[in-house]
T-cell receptor, first 116, second 113 residues
Framework: DTEVTQTPKHLVMGMTNKKSLKCEQHMGHRAMYWYKQKAKKPPELMFVYSYEKLSINESVPSRFSPECPNSSLLNLHLHALQPEDSALYLC???????????????FGSGTQLSVL | AQSVTQPDIHITVSEGASLELRCNYSYGATPYLFWYVQSPGQGLQLLLKYFSGDTLVQGIKGFEAEFKRSQSSFNLRKPSVHWSDAAEYFCAVGGVNTGKLIFGQGTTLQVKP
């Protein structure tokens, strides 16, 4: 299994809603990532989990709250979002200590989020 | 400063023609270099990667890239483009266990029949 699965594929939410994005991989990867991508722009790193611990937070607003319940799952909890948070949210995974693999990331298909 | 530059925002080629997408990078340590492709509304798929060794690397879908350290470049090539190659292409650079990829701005490839 070489897939990263993200649910839901599409999400529409109001600014007062609470929702969660989910990501799952069964490749045994021990690093997982959240990226945000606006239209016609490259992905921007939000968070990195390494061995289920948050290792990088790219100064993301607290209305985005990541969670890594186990080595296969990664969640992104959303609360009180703004319309400018509308974007494609991509999850990725990699094996951080595989010799010679660098940061070979496997990406999911993303969740297209619209905040009204 | 670490950065990736893709000089061409948009490229149009005829089906069957050859393709070269340019990528230049700036990275303080030994770079690990990648090319990813993204279809509309989809995630990114890894085309190929360079870590060390042979500077000409082969990837999926008939793509290849050449690492030129003296020019800080990692250009992507394909000898004959197919209509299904139309997509967004991203060059990226990273380091060992840094947990972070730096992406270029992307090049949109359009293929004419």
């Amino acid at each position: 299994d070489t897939e990263v699965t993200q649910t839901p594929k599409h999400l529409v939410m109001g600014m007062t809603n609470k929702k969660s994005l989910k990501c799952e991989q069964h490749m045994g990867h021990r690093a997982m990532y959240w990226y945000k991508q606006k239209a016609k722009k490259p992905p921007e790193l939000m968070f990195v989990y390494s061995y289920e611990k948050l290792s990088i937070n790219e100064s993301v607003p607290s209305r985005f709250s990541p969670e890594c319940p186990n080595s296969s799952l990664l969640n992104l909890h959303l609360h009180a979002l703004q319309p400018e948070d509308s974007a494609l949210y991509l999850c990725a995974s990699s094996q951080p200590n595989a010799r010679g693999s660098g940061e070979k990331l496997f990406f999911g298909s993303g969740t297209q989020l619209s905040v009204l | 400063a670490q950065s990736v530059t893709q000089p061409d925002i948009h490229i149009t080629v005829s089906e069957g023609a050859s393709l070269e997408l340019r990528c230049n990078y700036s990275y303080g340590a030994t770079p690990y270099l990648f090319w990813y492709v993204q279809s509309p509304g989809q995630g990114l798929q890894l085309l190929l990667k360079y870590f060390s060794g042979d500077t000409l690397v082969q990837g999926i879908k008939g793509f290849e890239a050449e690492f030129k350290r003296s020019q800080s470049s990692f250009n992507l090539r394909k000898p004959s483009v197919h209509w299904s190659d139309a997509a967004e292409y991203f060059c990226a650079v990273g380091g060992v266990n840094t947990g972070k990829l730096i992406f270029g701005q992307g090049t949109t490839l359009q293929v004419k029949p």
